[in-house]
């Protein structure tokens, strides 16, 4: 079983920039797709960007154009880099695969609160 852990989360400010990291114990290209997922107080987990095997990317519309996924296959980890923060991106963001076939537990995520 392949675990997931999320790191590079904190307090930005509105119009500021962070890079998680996702780092598994195992293989990501066996998973095929994997995503960022992310959930705020009182909502439901959502899937805000993934990346397949080949690199090719698809995002939601709250986030594209300020967020770029990526992944590194020989080390195991996925990448996301989030431009031009708002306050409504503030949630716990969470890595996994994208087809439920393929997903794994969930880590502990890594918090990111967008404030002034």
């Known amino acids: 079983q392949v675990q997931f852990v999320e790191s590079g989360g904190g307090l930005v400010q509105p119009g500021g920039s962070l890079t998680l990291s996702c780092t598994a114990s195992?293989?990501?290209?066996?998973?095929?797709?994997m995503g960022w997922y992310r959930q705020a107080p009182g909502k439901q987990r959502e899937l805000v960007a993934q990346?397949?095997?080949?690199?090719?990317?698809n995002y939601a519309d709250s986030v594209k154009g300020r967020f770029t996924i990526s992944r590194d296959n020989a080390k195991h980890i996925v990448y996301l880099q989030m431009n031009i923060l708002k306050p409504e991106d503030t949630a716990v963001y969470y890595c996994?695969?994208?087809?439920?076939?393929?997903?794994?537990?969930w880590g502990q995520g890594t918090q990111v609160t967008v404030s002034s």
């Open positions: 996994n695969a994208v087809l439920a076939r393929y997903q794994e537990s």
């Open positions: 990346i397949t095997r080949g690199g090719s990317t």
């Open positions: 195992g293989s990501i290209f066996t998973l095929g797709a």
